[in-house]
């Protein structure tokens, strides 16, 4: 089946600084690829995806980038903001969406 | 409201009791998910149905037994409950067409067995 691993596990930036997460995936049928947002005690909520017929999409400060090939992809945030703080997951899926380990940001003011 | 809304919300109870979530989605959804979110935050998919048919069951404990009445609700019922089921549990639903769409998390249940 699936795995997918993310990197980093923690991760903390000064405001205005940018962030980038990494994941990587092992199985070469997967076609989606989400990134979730999850504060605490509340539920994950998607922040951008991509599909695997598109290498890079952005949405203001969040942009994802795909590597079939490598089969690796990228969330990066820039101009980072306090509220950015969080744990962020990627899932990559053909069918049954697997989730890496999580990252958790803090983003210090 | 339009959502995946799930009860109870918190949920202690003692060893070996019997114990059942809910979740309602109205979204019109046609596949649905339980998730168990462990301590280190780690998700991990435990059962998916689709138009009330099962179409993932990871390797669960058989203790753990989804129902599906109809497409609007999924309902996961555990029985002779153990410590190690402490964790939170995400429902989530996905729209029709294929098993690669965006999910739509449940606010979650926090269950602590005691």
């Known amino acids: 089946g699936e795995n997918v691993e993310q990197h980093p596990s923690t991760l903390s930036v000064q405001e205005g600084d940018s962030a980038v997460i990494k994941c990587t995936y092992s199985?070469?049928?997967?076609?989606?690829f989400p990134w979730y947002k999850q504060e605490l005690g509340k539920r994950p909520q998607l922040i951008i995806d991509?599909?695997?017929?598109?290498g890079e999409k952005k949405d203001q400060r969040i942009a994802v980038t795909l590597n079939k090939t490598a089969k690796h992809f990228s969330l990066h945030i820039t101009e980072t903001q306090p509220e950015d703080s969080a744990v962020y997951f990627c899932a990559a899926s053909r069918g049954d969406m697997r989730f890496g380990a999580g990252t958790r940001l803090t983003v210090k003011p | 409201d339009t959502a995946v809304s799930q009860t109870p919300k918190y949920l202690v109870t003692q060893m070996g009791n019997d114990k059942s979530i809910k979740c309602e989605q109205n979204?019109?959804?046609?596949?649905m998910y339980w998730y168990k979110q462990d301590s280190k935050k780690f998700l991990k998919i435990m059962f998916s149905?689709?138009?009330?048919?099962?179409?993932i069951n990871e390797t669960v404990p058989n203790r753990f037994s989804p129902k599906s009445p109809d497409k609007a609700h999924l309902n996961l019922h555990i029985n002779s409950l153990e410590l190690g089921d402490s964790a939170v549990y995400f429902c989530?639903?996905?729209?029709?067409?294929?098993?690669?769409?965006?999910?739509?998390f449940g606010p979650g249940t926090r269950l602590l067995v005691l």
């Open positions: 989530a639903s996905s729209p029709p067409g294929t098993l690669q769409e965006t999910q739509y």
């Open positions: 979204l019109g959804h046609d596949t």
């Open positions: 991509i599909r695997s017929n598109v």
């Open positions: 149905y689709n138009n009330k048919e099962l179409i």
């Open positions: 199985d070469s049928a997967s076609n989606y």
